[in-house]
C-alpha cells in the first residue's frame, strides 16, 4: 500500500467513451444507463470538494458540441474526441477506434494546454483509452470497471459462440486483465464483484477498494406533507421497474412473475420503464420477446411500458409506486434500486446482483432469485398485501441510503482513495 499522499487532485480527467454521454443524460438510449449518472454525479459531487473535473467521452455526433458544461457546476465539464466514423458504435464494437481516440485526446490536451492529476477511466473502453493517456503525460492511471466481462459471461448462459459474437467476451476480459495489472489503483461497487476479480481473473491487490455508487438523496426523496402530487398518468396502484431494456435486465422473468401476482391481486399494475427513443436491433428484439409474453398472458390491461422517462417524471414515478422491482439476472450494482430506496420505496431485487451489499433481506428491502417465479411472485405479492410491512421496509430503505450513500460522501471516499496512491 501506498503512503497517503497529503495534497488534493486539483483537476481530475475521468474518461467514459461509449454510449450517448450529456451533461444532462438521456437515459434509455442504447449503452446510456446508470454508468452515465454514476460518473456524472461523482464529477459534481467531487466538484463541491473544490477538485474540477473533466469527463471525456467520443463524438460522433456533430450536432453536439465538442465542450459541453455540466449545467449548474462550472467546474465540470463533458469533453468529446473524435474517432472513427460520424456515427454511434455500440460498446461491445467500439474497441477499433479506441487508439485514435487516445491519440486525439493526448493532442487535444496538449493544444489546450490542460495539466490533470490523475486520469480515470470507466468499463473496459474507457480503461484502455485511460492507460494509453495517463502514459503520455506520466500520470497515475484509475480505474473503475463497473461490470466484469468474466461475471457477465458467467451470468448470461447461452449458447457460447452466440454470445461470444454479440459482446466479445473473449477480448473484453483480456482487456479487463491487462488494465487491472497496469493501472496503480481501482475501485470496485460492491463485495462480490472484489472476489470475483479473484475467482474469474486470478486477480488480488491491496490496491482494490470498494467504494459503492451514490444517490442524489436531494433529489430522490419521499413525499412530503404539503408537496404536490404529479399527476403522471400511470395506474393508481402500480409495481415499478426502471432500467435499459437489454437481455440481462430479466423483464420477461418480471413478467412471468407479475402473472402470478395479479392472480391474486387484481387491483394492481405493472409499469416498466426505460428504453431509447429510436430503439436499436438488440433493444428491439428484447422489446418484442416482452410484447409477445404480455399478449401470451393475456397482460395488456395491467402491464404499462413507458419507453423513456423524462427526467420530469422521474422521480414522482418512483415516489407513486407500490413498491421498485429489480430483476435483472446481471446487475454489478443497481443504481436504481439505491434511487428507489431513497424515495422511501420498499425495493424488491434480484440477489445475483451487487445491490446485495446495501439490502439486508426483510429489513429494508426483499432479495429474490428471479429465476423462481414463484419465490419472486412470494415477495411482490408479501409487500402488495400487508401495507406495514412495506411502508418498514421504505423507511429503512431510505435511513440506510441517508446515512451511507449520498454522493458527497461518496465522493470524500472517492478522494481519500485518490490521495493514497497519487505519487505513486
Not at 38 to 55: C, M
Not at 378 to 405: F, N, W
Request: glycine share 8%; with cysteine.
Amino acid at each position: 500500500m501506498a503512503p497517503e499522499s497529503d495534497r488534493m487532485p486539483e483537476r481530475i480527467c475521468m474518461l467514459s467513451t461509449h454510449g450517448y454521454f450529456d451533461p444532462v443524460p438521456q437515459l434509455g438510449q442504447t449503452d446510456t444507463g446508470g454508468q452515465v449518472v454514476y460518473v456524472l454525479e461523482l464529477a459534481r459531487a467531487l466538484t463541491k470538494h473544490g477538485t474540477k473535473v473533466d469527463i471525456y467521452t467520443r463524438w460522433f455526433d456533430q450536432s453536439r458540441p465538442q465542450v459541453d458544461p455540466v449545467p449548474g457546476q462550472p467546474d465540470a465539464r463533458v469533453i468529446r474526441i473524435p474517432a472513427g466514423p460520424w456515427r454511434f458504435i455500440a460498446k461491445e464494437q467500439i474497441y477499433d477506434v479506441l487508439p485514435e481516440l487516445a491519440r486525439n485526446m493526448v493532442s487535444f490536451i496538449r493544444e489546450n494546454s490542460l495539466d490533470y492529476d490523475l486520469y480515470h477511466g470507466h468499463y473496459v473502453d474507457a480503461g484502455i483509452v485511460t492507460l494509453e493517456v495517463a502514459r503520455a503525460f506520466d500520470r497515475p492511471a484509475f480505474f473503475t470497471a463497473h461490470s466484469l466481462g468474466a461475471w457477465k459471461r458467467e451470468q448470461m448462459g447461452g449458447d457460447t459462440d452466440e454470445m461470444e459474437r454479440a459482446y466479445r467476451f473473449s477480448h473484453r476480459i483480456a482487456e479487463e486483465s491487462r488494465i487491472f495489472r497496469s493501472v496503480v489503483a481501482q475501485t470496485v461497487t460492491t463485495a462480490v464483484q472484489k472476489e470475483k476479480l479473484e475467482q474469474l481473473y486470478g486477480f488480488t491487490s491491496p490496491d482494490v477498494v470498494v467504494i459503492p455508487p451514490g444517490v442524489d438523496i436531494h433529489a430522490f426523496r419521499p413525499l412530503q406533507p404539503g408537496d404536490e402530487r404529479v399527476q403522471t398518468g400511470l395506474p393508481e396502484r402500480y409495481i415499478f421497474c426502471l432500467s435499459r431494456i437489454d437481455a440481462n435486465k430479466g423483464h420477461d422473468l418480471l413478467l412471468h412473475a407479475f402473472d402470478i401476482v395479479r392472480r391474486s391481486v387484481p387491483e394492481v399494475h405493472l409499469v416498466i420503464g426505460g428504453g431509447s427513443r429510436e430503439p436499436e436491433q438488440r433493444e428491439t428484439a428484447v422489446l418484442d420477446t416482452m410484447k409477445r409474453i404480455i399478449a401470451e398472458k393475456d397482460m395488456g390491461s395491467r402491464v404499462t411500458l413507458t419507453g423513456y422517462v423524462p427526467d420530469e417524471y422521474l422521480v414522482p414515478y418512483y415516489q407513486q409506486a407500490e413498491f421498485f422491482v429489480l430483476p435483472s439476472i446481471f446487475e454489478p450494482f443497481g443504481m436504481t434500486a439505491q434511487e428507489a430506496m431513497a424515495c422511501g420505496r420498499a425495493v424488491v431485487a434480484s440477489k445475483l446482483g451487487g445491490i446485495r451489499d446495501v439490502i439486508i433481506s426483510g429489513e429494508n428491502g426483499l432479495l429474490i432469485d428471479p429465476r423462481d417465479p414463484e419465490e419472486f411472485a412470494a415477495a411482490m405479492t408479501s409487500l402488495i398485501t400487508d401495507p406495514h410491512l412495506r411502508d418498514s421496509v421504505g423507511k429503512r430503505g431510505r435511513q440506510t441510503i441517508s446515512e451511507g450513500y449520498s454522493w458527497e460522501a461518496i465522493a470524500g471516499r472517492f478522494l481519500d482513495f485518490y490521495r493514497r496512491h497519487m505519487d505513486r
